[in-house]
């Protein structure tokens, strides 16, 4: 039993229109998702996908990415990344998954899920990065669910372990509202996604910063190969 992570899968199987091929570096990329996900992931296994799931702009238009999803290997466990339209109220989803038969798919929202002796934490956070838009509102909502999910972690003996789809830190951007909530609760290891290309990979933190063990784990940047925690 292993857990893995990977972000940005940008699945497009019922919106083709949509596909990431014609970026450097996304040649082939859902071929390669599947390839790479059944040849690492077992059946025991679980993966955490930080956002950017499907380029489908509601539940119904991303059915087909879940059942894409839902067929590879594993139990998924999802928050959402700034292009996920689709998502909606945490039950509102849940059903949608069940009526769709896609029982391997977890939503983390407001919660945690346990593995082994640690707690998958998370939410999708909100930017840090110069030039993109900020709103105070939606910052302090992403603050207040990293706390909640954490909390619920913490509340049942667990080590939190915190996946976002923004990045807390990139290059000499700060996100203090997030990385307070990381240090308050001592948090050793924060896997974040939404950064693409190879110049802007160069930028992320992708050590121990400040005692946080940052990760990259865009789906460009680990070559669709999902990364093992654990």
Request: glycine content about 8%.
């Amino acid at each position: 039993m292993s857990l893995w992570v990977i972000a940005d899968l940008h699945l497009c199987q019922g919106n083709p229109e949509k596909s990431m091929t014609i970026f450097r570096g996304w040649k082939n990329y859902q071929e390669l998702i599947k390839k790479n996900w059944t040849e690492q992931v077992n059946p025991e296994d679980t993966v955490v996908i930080a956002g950017d799931i499907s380029w489908g702009m509601s539940l119904k238009e991303s059915a087909e990415d879940f059942r894409f999803i839902e067929n590879l290997t594993g139990r998924k466990i999802i928050i959402k990344g700034n292009h996920d339209y689709w998502w909606t109220t945490k039950k509102k989803m849940e059903e949608f998954l069940t009526a769709e038969g896609c029982s391997s798919i977890k939503i983390l929202h407001n919660n945690h899920y346990r593995y082994g002796d640690y707690g998958i934490c998370g939410t999708r956070g909100w930017v840090s990065i110069h030039g993109e838009t900020q709103d105070e509102k939606v910052l302090k909502r992403e603050v207040q669910r990293l706390e909640t999910s954490i909390k619920s972690a913490v509340t049942e003996g667990l080590q939190p372990i915190v996946f976002l789809h923004y990045p807390p830190v990139f290059a000499t951007n700060f996100n203090y509202d997030i990385l307070d909530v990381l240090y308050r609760y001592d948090i050793k290891d924060c896997y974040y996604g939404h950064i693409h290309g190879k110049s802007a990979h160069e930028l992320c933190i992708r050590n121990t910063y400040d005692g946080i063990n940052f990760h990259l784990i865009a789906g460009d940047y680990l070559q669709f190969i999902p990364e093992k925690i654990v």
